[in-house]
Structure formats: structure tokens, C-alpha cells
């Protein structure tokens, strides 16, 4: 035979399932999921005997550390000596374990996160309520199996004497699946063992109004009543665990953040650097000082504040930005029948008491055996000495012990283990004092195997006998809670002005997309006039804002999106420089531009609504506040249809009139009102109706009848009409003339098309721009008054191949 023929074939894809789940199957079971029953992982539960089974209990010295994990790895757990050391040095934490299993002599860590020190330093021995999860373990309560080589045997399950999985909590990933069991109040879960085994169809509810939630051993509040009733009955939950904060006042009118206690698991270390940071880098202004001034008093971290701060609205930032409160995800699964499952309250609870009932009955069957047997031994013994005399001759008339105990059992039918007892009783047993009290001995065991035998026929006797133990122990380890329970969460709302330093700024936005943000003192160093604004070569500004940093700006773009920028995450240069492209700040494509920005104070304001204006003449009124928003990324603001694109958006009072101007030179005027407040994507209504190759130019809110309305062809020509001159009209209509081209060879033009229209109540220099770029000057006072039809006149020298694209008002300080 070949060497190839003796392999069979085989897919990878089959061997590597094959073998990954085993292994997943041995890490569910056998690492990193608890068993339901006593609530411990394999190497806990291997740890807790060992200790036992060497004697290592509270009542004797403490041990090395080191002696026990080697006694653990070389009889039970056949892994690495830090997997061991470091399941033991938890149990020993009391800020991980609700009641410590591990009483540990040592540098066994901190809640800074330091390490234990090596196990050659520390010193173990169980701790007292360790024992009673390891409680009548000799009497055959619990199932034994082979270690891993066979030669000694260690426990399946321990007897757990009280319901371990809720009380000390656990956290584990293993393959596929993962657990996160908070700890519990002792006496809550023992009292609720107690009802659920007194009344089955206890209610969550019921059970609720017993079992309140965790109970956390670092304490804290613990808020979202909610998602703890979600995780009692799915196994699923998320609560919000916050710490216990005061504000204390100091001298001077100053105040200080004290906080006692912190989230569990949280490492006060990595809290307290973290506020420090904070201060650091200014991201809150007012923190003088983080000092974490915990010691033998308990714990304590202090958060000093400067002078007229709002405490409140820093302690409110600490919350959301730092530790100070955590989230926590129940996640409670445990091994059931060798298989892992996802349980709730009444699920653990019901999975314990079921085991408690095999415990109390397996030890009860035990010390029935013991208590029968003894019985019988005495029974033998009493009937020996009514007999004394004859079994003393029948004893001295045998060859040996052995035909001495087949005398007795022939000649008085003993049983050869009564016949045993007898040759083994001593002569002072003999006396009347013995006698007596052999016999009190042999009633008081024959009342004990009808006491075992009861509980054995009587489920209500076998509950009570739990209760009863049960009880005992809630009277040695029960505790007060120390975590205080909110049924409702609190928002955490951080005030701006807590973050940002309220100030007065400018902020320009470029024709080319430079935006910048500007302190006033370097606006007035530079000599505070627009002309001394920095921008690139060819550039011009545009928008120029006078807000606050604690204020927002929305920034509108012509195909129909919008960004919230607040004002102080706009980078802060110095006037005379150009500023950053506006795409560094908001992730505006290249293929859209911002047309307006909207500064807002507060979106709440009562009548304040955005009107826009698109090229195809579309309207639409949609309410502020509608245009709230916490993302960063672009928002629709408007549904645009193929083709068109927004051309200007205002904040409006819906009292005004609103004047369009097409390219064509088409123009109506109507009252803004009939335009109805419609949600934030709406496309808007007809404002007016259009021809298919012309589209809106111009934008104006107007009211009364003062002003003029300036309009500019492509070729410089302009002209003012009276507004009394556009008289309103009906929405949606096609409008008025507003300006008269000229045609013909032997005319000069006037242009083809409208570029833009003003209105204008006082003189205003205005900036025009052609296509190359080039930026010209003029004053509104230059272009003509003239009735609504007329041709305009020439106010610009524009060359025909270099014709006007734009043209707008200069930004005033």
C-alpha cells in the first residue's frame, strides 16, 4: 500500500468547521461562560476547591498564593499560571465582586487599574461566604467527574448555598457568544429565591418590587428603570450608571466637583486624567484644578472650579464627556443543561432553586444513609447489652474474631455489622451510665431518619429546609444596597457657553469659499475697515457676519442642502488672512456651492421661518425650528427637481412681500403669506410661471412703497424703478416687464439678460464680477431712475467677451 492511501480525502472547508467548533464548544463550556447553577466559570469553581480541598479555609493561615495555583494547574486546570492567578486575584477585588470569594493578604491591585503583585508575594485563603458555596460538598450533593488525567476528580458544579450568578455578577467572550451579569443585593435575591419558591407564578413585577436592579459594590446611581424590566425579562438591558457627585462650596465665592463614588468597572485613574486633559486643552473653561485625593477614608476625586463658573453645566459636560457616567448592556447568558442561554430574572432564579432542591435532596439522602446506619449499629448495641451475659460466653467460647462474629450472628441473628460493632465496643460502655445513654443516642437518631425521610416525601418540607438555610445566610452576609436606584433617566444637556467662551467674532465667507472666523481686536489692530480683509489674489468677500462663537450658522447650498456649523468650530484666523476653504470645515462636494448662510441665535423663536428661492421661481416657508440639528454631514433642506437649483434663502417673518426677476427681465411681486409653512424636504410652489429658457435672477423681500428696484444686464446697463411700480399680484402668475432689451444692427445692446436685481432704499456700493474674474466697483446712485420698461443705461464699461456674471452688495461692518 502506497503512503497516499492511507489518508481519505477531505475538505478544508469541512475539517476547519469540524475543528472550530469544538473548540467552540469547550470554550462555551469550559472558559468563559458561568453555569447557571452557581454562577462560577470553570477556573473560579477549580480555584474555590482546591483552596477547600487543602484545607486553605478562614479559619487557618493565610496561604501563597503561588502554592495555590500550583495546585490548581497541576490537578484541575491544565492552562497557564496567569490565567489562574489572574481568575483568583479578581475574587480578591471587593470593587469587582459584590461579596469577595478569595480573602487576600497583599497587594492584590487597585481601582487605578495597578496590577496584583506576583503570586510568590500575595497570600489566599477562602473567605467565609466562599464556604457556603462550597457547603456540604462531601455529602454527594454535586456530581464529580475525572480531572484531566485521570487521576483525582473535581466537582461539576458546587453546591452554591446561596444564588452566586446574580449576587457576585460575571463578565465573559468566549466563541459566539459573551455574557454580562451585573452584581446583585444579597438579601434582595435571597428574598426573592424565597418568593418565587413560595408562590412559582410570581410576576416580574412582583419580583421587581424585591429585586430593585444591580447593586453595584463601587455604588453610584443607577437610572433607566426601563431597560432593567427589559433585561429581567429578555436578558437584554441597557442602564445608565452615574457617579455620586456633590457641589460643595469654598471660600471666595468658589465651588468644587466632589465625587465619592465612580461607575463599576471604571478605572479612576484613566477618570481622573481624563478630566485633567479636559482642563488641559480648555475644553471647558472654568476647571482650576483635578485632584484625586482618594485614601484610607474611601474614595474621593476633587474637581476645583474657578471663580463664577456654572457648576452645574461643567459637572453637566463631565457626565457626557467622561466616565462620570457610563452605559451598561445586560447581557445575561449562562450555561443550562450544557448549552448556553440568554435568561431573565425569574429564569436564573427558578434554574437555582431547581438546583438547590437536587442539593438538599442528595444531602439528604446522604445523612439519611449515615443516620440508618448508625441506627442499626445502636439498635445491635442496645439488644447486645439485655444480652450481655450470653454474648459474653459465646464470644469466649470462639477460636477468633472472625468465628466470634459469625457466633453472634448465628446464635442472636446480628447482622454482621452489628456483630462488628459489638466486638469492637469498649469495656467502660458497659457501665449503666453508657447504657443510658446509648440508648438516648439510638432515639434521637431514629427521630432524625423520620425527619430526613419527611423532607424526602414532602416537597413542602424540602422548601422549607432551603428557606430556612437560605435565611441563615441573608443574616450573616446580607447588606444594605449601595447603589441607588432612578427609574428615570436624565438628559444630559450641555450649555454652549459651558464648552465656549461666549464672544463677539466676525465671520467672512469668500465669492471663492474662504471662510474664516475673526476676533473683533484683530479686526480693529488691522484698522478695522473691510477693505484691510485678507484674501487671495482675485478673491472677494462675500458674507460678512457679526455673531457670537455660542451661536450657529446654517449653511445653504444650491442643490437644496444644508450644514449646521457652529460658530466657534469656525477655524479662527487673523483679519488680514485669507481664511481655509470652507470644504475643510463642512464636507460640501465639489460639484455644489454654498449660497447662503443663516445665522441663528435661537430656533425656537416664535414667527421665524427660512424662505427660499429657487432658479426654476419655487417658494417654500418652512419654520426654523424645523432646521435643528445635531449632524455634521449634509442635511436636505429642500427637494430640488432636474435642472434646477436653489438661488437664495432668507430668514422670514411671513409679513413681507417677495419680489422675483428673471433672466428675461419677467418680474411679480406678491405677499410672502400665501406661501403656507410646509415641512423642511418639501419642494416648494410655483412663484411665478416661467418660460422654458429663462430662470430667476433676483431675490428681494420688500414692503410698502419707498425704494427702487436696481436691475444689471450682463453688459453693464442698469436702470431703478420706483417699487411703487410693481404693484402686487397673485402668486404663480407670469408677471411683469421690468426691462426693455435692445435689438436691431444699427442699436447699440443693452444686453441679453438680466444678471441680478436689488432693492434699495439708500445708496449702496455694489461689486460686479465678470467672467474672467475681474471685480468692478460702482454706487447704486449711478444707475438711473426710469419707469419699470425702460432700456436702462450704460453704468459699467464691460467688453462683450468678457461679459458681467454677477453682482452683489459690499459687505458693510
Known sequence: MGMMEQFMPAFLEEVVGDRFGRYSKYIIQDRAIPDVRDGLKPVQRRILYAMYDAGNTPDKPYRKSAKTVGDVMGNYHPHGDSSIYEGMVRMAQPWKMGHMLVDGHGNWGSQDDDPAAAMRYTEARLSKIALELLRDIEKRTVLFKDNFDNTTKEPVVLPSRYPNLLVNGVSGISSGFATEIPPHNLTEVIDACIAVMEQPDQTLEQLMAIVKGPDFP????????????????????????????????????????VITEIPYQVVKSRLVTAMENIRIEKKVEGIAEVRDESGRNGMRIVVELKKDVDAQ????????????????????????????????????????????????????????????????????????????????????????????????????????????????????????????????????????????????????????????????????????????????????????????????????????????????????RSGGELSSA????????????????????????????????????????????????????????????????????????????????????????TDLKEYRSTRSTAIAAIKVSEGDEVLKVEVSDGAKELLLVSKLGMCIRFIESEVNAMGRVAA????????????????????????????????GFAKRSLLLDYPVQGRGGKGLVSFEFKEGKRVRSNGERLIGALYCRDERELLAITASGTALTFSTEKAPIDDRKSTGKAIITVDKKDPLVVFFPRADV
Open 218 to 257: 463601587t455604588g453610584g446611581l443607577i437610572m433607566g428603570e426601563e431597560g432593567i424590566r427589559e433585561a429581567y425579562q429578555t436578558g437584554k438591558g441597557r442602564i445608565y450608571i452615574r457617579s455620586k457627585v456633590a457641589i460643595e462650596d469654598m471660600k471666595g465665592g468658589r465651588q468644587q466637583i
Open 313 to 524: 453645566g461643567i459637572l453637566a459636560y463631565l457626565l457626557k464627556k467622561t466616565d462620570l457616567q457610563v452605559t451598561y448592556n445586560f447581557n445575561m447568558v449562562a450555561i443550562v443543561n450544557k448549552t448556553p442561554k440568554q435568561l431573565g430574572l425569574k429564569d436564573m432564579l427558578t434554574a437555582y432553586i431547581a438546583h438547590q432542591r437536587e442539593v438538599v435532596t442528595f444531602r439528604t439522602k446522604y445523612e439519611l444513609e449515615k443516620a440508618e446506619d448508625r441506627a442499626h449499629v445502636l439498635e445491635g448495641l442496645v439488644k447486645a447489652l439485655n444480652l450481655l451475659d450470653e454474648i459474653i460466653a459465646t464470644i469466649k467460647a470462639s477460636k477468633n474474631r472472625q468465628d466470634a462474629q459469625n457466633n453472634l450472628v448465628a446464635k442472636f441473628a446480628f447482622t454482621e455489622r452489628q456483630s462488628d460493632a459489638i466486638l469492637t465496643l469498649q469495656l467502660y460502655r458497659l457501665t449503666n451510665l453508657e447504657i443510658t445513654s446509648l440508648e438516648k443516642e439510638l432515639k434521637e437518631i431514629q427521630k432524625r431518619v423520620a425527619f430526613y425521610k419527611s423532607i424526602l416525601n414532602s416537597e413542602k418540607k424540602l422548601i422549607g429546609v432551603i428557606k430556612e438555610e437560605l435565611l441563615e445566610i441573608r443574616g450573616s452576609y446580607g447588606i444594605n444596597r449601595r447603589s441607588d436606584i432612578q427609574g428615570e433617566v436624565d438628559e444630559l444637556k450641555v450649555n454652549l457657553e459651558v464648552i465656549v467662551p461666549a464672544e463677539d467674532v466676525l465671520v467672512t465667507l469668500s465669492l471663492n469659499g474662504y471662510i474664516k472666523r475673526t476676533s473683533k481686536l484683530s479686526f480693529t
Open 534 to 621: 485678507g484674501v487671495k489674489e482675485g478673491d472677494y468677500i462675500r458674507t460678512l457676519l457679526d455673531v457670537n462663537t455660542i451661536d450657529q450658522l446654517l449653511l445653504f447650498t444650491r442643490k437644496g442642502h444644508y450644514y449646521m456649523l457652529p460658530v466657534h468650530l469656525i477655524p479662527e484666523f487673523k483679519w488680514k488672512d485669507a481664511g481655509t476653504a470652507v470644504v475643510n470645515v463642512v464636507p460640501i462636494p465639489k460639484d455644489d456651492a454654498i449660497i447662503s448662510i443663516i445665522p441663528v441665535k435661537d430656533f425656537e423663536e416664535p414667527g421665524r421661518s427660512l424662505a427660499f428661492v429657487t432658479k426654476r421661481g419655487q417658494v417654500k416657508r
Open 684 to 715: 416648494g410652489v410655483r412663484g411665478i410661471q416661467l418660460r422654458p429658457e429663462d430662470e430667476i435672477v433676483g431675490a428681494e423681500w420688500v414692503t410698502g412703497d419707498e425704494g427702487e428696484v436696481l436691475v444689471l444686464t450682463e453688459l
